[in-house]
Nanobody, 124 residues
């Protein structure tokens, strides 16, 4: 069982930055590919970014490319999402997810474990 706890959300003005963290309580964190998803009010949960287990290879949704950066520290069992140039349309609950596999998917069903989410609100 993997428990994921997100932190770092908050209220920020458009153009601002936030860094989200996701701490995993598992001994074999390095065995999991990790992803970030988000869900805005009235919308479906959508893929944001993902990172492989150890190679550091990343993938992003087109809407966040060049603004968001996913990274991980396997020694700290933590994955991060650095967000810059935030826009009001980035407002959502952001979820961390873990996939027991090498190549992270972009679909909700690809992931085995989920955190509770952290709210990000970007004001205009």
């Amino acid at each position: 069982q993997v428990q994921l706890v997100e932190s770092g959300g908050g209220l920020v003005q458009a153009g601002g930055s936030l860094r989200l963290s996701c701490a995993a309580s598992v001994r074999t964190f390095g065995s999991y590919a990790m992803g970030w998803f988000r869900q805005a009010p009235g919308k479906e949960r959508e893929f944001v970014a993902a990172i492989r287990r150890s190679e550091g290879i990343t993938s992003y949704a087109d809407s966040v490319k060049g603004r968001f950066t996913i990274s991980r520290d396997n020694a700290k069992n933590t994955v991060y999402l650095q967000m810059i140039s935030l826009k009001p349309e980035d407002t959502a609950v952001y979820y961390c997810a873990a996939q027991n596999g090498r190549v992270p998917g972009k679909e909700i069903m690809d992931y085995d474990y989920w955190g509770q989410g952290t709210q990000v609100t970007v004001s205009s």
